[in-house]
């Protein structure tokens, strides 16, 4: 038998992982302190995914896509054959050992279509639960309002997430397995377990790397340097120059108090300061960081012992997936992050146009005050004061970057044959309809990208609350103004937007399941909405007891009291997603002139 060799128990490694993940799944860390909720929504997700799945085996019962490739590999894992592997597959074996091991669970070999395709929507339910479990983490670090559970519903009904939930392909299972570590990470957990945990990640997909290894390690880097105590120098140099201000600086960020503020406070010079900061302490405290950064560069080192052995980073068709600088992927990112997050986009669109008309009335219609009582009163509101060289320094940021946009545009747009050989993915109509319908439209759109992402930054470092009586809302900008430092910071977004940045840019191929990982991450730092209330005290809190009282206490904490009402329209905008883009792929489909009577069909 092929499992008498001991080179195949290698496939059994993830196994290990699915064990400790169904332990994780009864866990109350995992699934909250709201178990009533988390089971709720962990109930809906699995009718509709059942639902989703019943209507693809019922139009679609045979491989389709890329399932031609992924369940007779499964299957051949299946059944202990583990010396078989098509030449065709890119990424590692981590799914069809997962997947094995559910098929033969009771000993019962079972790896048919609609078992594998099941199998992703158990792992869903796991994505779910890991983000529900991150975003509670998170909102206890930053002091948010979690959540939790509602977000964690929502980022398992993201459309590209989703739409596989019925069908056998590697995206669930690998942002399932990638958040399992971020939680980890999260939770501090051991340097063994980590490495582990990223490992099993890489075994996914290859460009976990970039999370499981540069995302969280410099998230590592950031939580080490901060939790260095900072002693100030007893020989501080004169801040009157500028000579004193750099050499001040310098030592500060040798001491280990990096420049890290507030993300809604930050400048487009705090992004470089940031970065020149964490170099320079880490520089200065080498031990204490290596040491704690031990499991992402031991992960970094396996990952390039790899890619020698195996002669590059896809493992099959390696012609057709050679790394190419791909800077647009960058570009396009921000659409398409604004498209699918537009109820969380749109309040910080419709605030921001309404204090860029107030600002605009203001200076042509009404006369300008002095400076001092410019001065005392933006200090009054704890805002930036705007002067002739902020607006001097905004307008040449503006210019540098589109400048920036129209240079990449110009120079590295990349269209990769896939893109325009297969017409059944969204994409081929895209790129079909705008940048390749007339040379001038590429270059039309820098504006709509740079907006996108400022959207974007603005959704994520913004931090808002609908009116409420006079004394909840004093409570509240009461909380809202303690501990600043604790909201999203510099440093978060940095190393965020160059993990982004790693993990598109060598990707010739645009397909927007390369986005979930970085709007996934994106969207659990996204600060919620605090409702109007108050949260009660304890003793007049409704008990958990009886089926009235927690349906009591569902319409109230989920309808009126301490939930974001932008989680819904989140909730049915994903909803509304999922429902055409199942219409169309079951019951619009096509076919080819090459191959009559089969049926091709359109999906992400």
């Known amino acids: 038998m092929a499992f008498s060799n001991p080179i195949t128990w290698l496939v059994y490694i993830p196994w290990i992982a699915v064990v400790y993940t169904t332990k994780d799944a009864l866990s109350t860390k995992l699934i909250g302190d709201s178990s009533e909720f988390f089971f709720l ?14 209507h693809v085996m019922a139009n679609v019962p045979k491989p389709y896509m890329d399932e031609v490739f992924h369940i007779p590999q499964a299957q051949a894992y299946c059944v202990g054959d583990f010396h078989i592997w098509d030449p065709k597959l890119t990424t590692p074996p981590g799914l069809y050992a997962f997947s094995t091991y559910f098929c033969n669970l009771g000993g019962i070999r079972k790896c048919d279509v609609a078992t594998l395709r099941f199998f992703n929507t158990l792992a869903l339910l796991f994505t779910m639960a890991y983000a529900g479990s991150c975003r509670t983490h998170i909102a206890r670090l930053l002091r948010l309002d ?21 069908l056998f392909y590697t995206d669930i299972l690998s942002t399932c397995v990638v958040l399992r570590m971020y939680r980890l990470f999260l939770e501090r957990g051991s340097g063994v377990w980590l490495y582990i945990a990223g490992i099993l990640a890489l075994t996914m997909r290859q460009t976990n790397i970039f999370w499981a290894a540069v995302f969280m390690g410099g998230l590592e880097v950031s939580r080490t340097l901060k939790s260095i105590k900072s002693i100030p120098g007893k020989n501080e140099k004169d801040r009157s120059c500028w000579q004193g201000r750099l050499s001040a600086s310098f030592h500060q960020y040798a001491r280990g108090d990096i420049h890290d503020v507030a993300l809604k406070d930050a400048e487009i010079y705090d992004l470089a300061l940031c970065a020149i900061s964490i170099s320079v302490a880490a520089f200065f405290h080498p031990i204490i960081v290596l040491r704690r950064i031990s499991p992402y560069v031991a992960l970094l080192i396996s990952f390039a012992a790899f890619v020698f052995w195996n002669g590059g980073v896809v493992l099959g068709d390696k012609t057709a997936h050679v790394a190419t600088l791909h800077l647009p992927q960058l570009l396009y990112l921000w659409p398409f992050m604004v498209f699918f997050s537009l109820p969380l986009i749109i309040p910080t669109a419709v605030s921001l ?15 300008q005050p002095s400076n001092k009582a410019l ?14 060289l902020r607006v001097f320094l905004t307008l040449t940021t503006l210019a540098a970057f589109s400048i920036m946009a129209f240079l990449i545009i110009h120079f590295n747009t990349l269209i990769h044959p896939y893109t325009l050989a297969d017409n059944r993915h969204y994409m081929f109509y895209i790129f079909r309809y705008s940048i390749l319908r007339h040379p001038l439209i590429r270059y039309l759109l820098a504006p709509a990208y740079l907006t996108a992402f400022y959207l974007c930054f603005q959704t994520l470092s913004t931090r808002s609350s609908f009116p409420v009586s006079a004394e909840a809302a004093a409570k509240k900008k009461m909380v809202r103004w303690q501990n600043t430092t604790k909201e999203v910071t510099t440093s978060w977004f940095l190393i965020w937007l160059i ?17 979930i990982l970085p709007w996934v991450f994106w969207r659990l730092q996204v600060p919620s909405y605090p409702a109007g209330g108050s949260a009660k005290p304890k003793s007049d809190r409704v008990p958990r007891t009886g089926y009235l009282p927690i349906a009591q206490r569902v319409l109230r904490e989920w309808g009126y009291e301490k939930h974001d009402p932008r989680l819904w329209a989140e909730t049915l905008w994903f909803l509304a997603i999922n429902a055409a883009t199942a219409y169309i792929f079951l019951h619009r489909g096509f076919t080819w002139e090459n191959e009559p009577g089969k049926v091709q069909r359109f999906m992400w």
């Open 499 to 515: 993990s982004t940045a790693l993990s598109l840019i060598t990707a010739p191929l645009v397909e927007p399941r390369y986005f």
């Open 146 to 166: 979690a959540n939790g559970q509602h977000i964690a519903f929502n980022i398992a009904l993201f459309p590209p997430l989703f739409f596989f939930s019925g």
């Open 41 to 54: 929504l962990a109930g809906s997700l699995a009718i509709l995914c059942k639902k989703w799945l019943s």
């Open 375 to 388: 001065k005392s009163k933006a200090a009054a509101s704890n805002r930036p004061r705007i002067t002739p």
């Open 353 to 367: 146009f309404r204090s860029a008309a107030l600002l605009i009335y203001q200076s042509i219609f009404r006369p």
